[in-house]
């Protein structure tokens, strides 16, 4: 089955710096990769994703990358602002007979300094 | 106007009862998934439903059963609570293959 690995799994930023967490899968059927924010006590929250035949996507002050030859993607956030501490997760499905399971990887804590 | 909404929101209970979660989600979706959230925030998919039949089945212990009455709901309901059960359970819903899937606000069980 899919395994997805997500680093660092702690990253801590200043104010306007710029974040980025990588993750990386092993199914190369896999062709669809949304990125979800947890904020405490809450549920995971879509915040962006992107699917097999596009190598960057872009929203606002968030884009993501896709390398399907290496089998990785990652996640930018610019101008970094407080609100932007959460967990963050990345996941991957589509593979085989995933049915649209989605396998997540271990998760960033993302601090933003003021 | 909440998407996908759990009940309840917390629950506390002893070891070896029974109890259930619902779920409902009001955005026309025909997938609906039931994900557990460990201790380390690990999320894993238990299972999937797809307009009312059961698709995934993650090698659940068949203590856990979930229920679809009709596509916009899917209920869990666990016997014999065990101490390891306690997690953070979260209902998901999708248009299908996983894609923009939707999570609710979860339910936080804990077992004593």
């Known amino acids: 089955g899919e395994n997805v690995e997500q680093h660092p799994s702690t990253l801590s930023v200043q104010e306007g710096d710029s974040a980025v967490i990588k993750c990386t899968y092993s199914?190369?059927?896999?062709?669809?990769f949304p990125w979800y924010k947890q904020e405490l006590g809450k549920g995971p929250q879509l915040i962006i994703d992107?699917?097999?035949?596009?190598g960057e996507k872009k929203d606002q002050r968030i884009a993501v990358t896709l390398n399907k030859t290496a089998k990785h993607f990652s996640l930018h956030i610019t101008e970094t602002q407080p609100e932007d501490s959460a967990v963050y997760f990345c996941?991957?499905?589509?593979?085989?007979?995933?049915?649209?399971?989605?396998?997540f990887g271990q998760g960033t804590i993302l601090t933003v300094h003021p | 106007d909440t998407a996908v909404s759990q009940t309840p929101k917390y629950l506390v209970t002893q070891m070896g009862n029974d109890k259930s979660i619902k779920c409902e989600q009001n955005?026309?979706?025909?997938?609906m998934y039931w994900y557990k959230q460990d201790s380390k925030k690990f999320l894993k998919i238990m299972f999937s439903?797809?307009?009312?039949?059961?698709?995934i089945n993650e090698t659940v212990p068949n203590r856990f059963s979930p229920k679809s009455p009709d596509k916009a709901h899917l209920n869990l309901h666990i016997n014999s609570l065990e101490l390891g059960d306690s997690a953070v359970y979260f209902c998901?819903?999708?248009?299908?293959?996983?894609?923009?899937?939707?999570f609710g606000q979860g339910t936080r069980l804990t077992v004593v």
């Open positions: 998901a819903s999708s248009q299908g293959g996983g894609l923009g899937a939707f």
């Open positions: 199914d190369s059927a896999s062709n669809y």
């Open positions: 992107i699917r097999s035949n596009v």
């Open positions: 996941a991957a499905s589509g593979g085989g007979t995933s049915y649209g399971k989605l396998t």
């Open positions: 955005l026309g979706h025909d997938t």
């Open positions: 439903y797809n307009n009312k039949e059961l698709i």
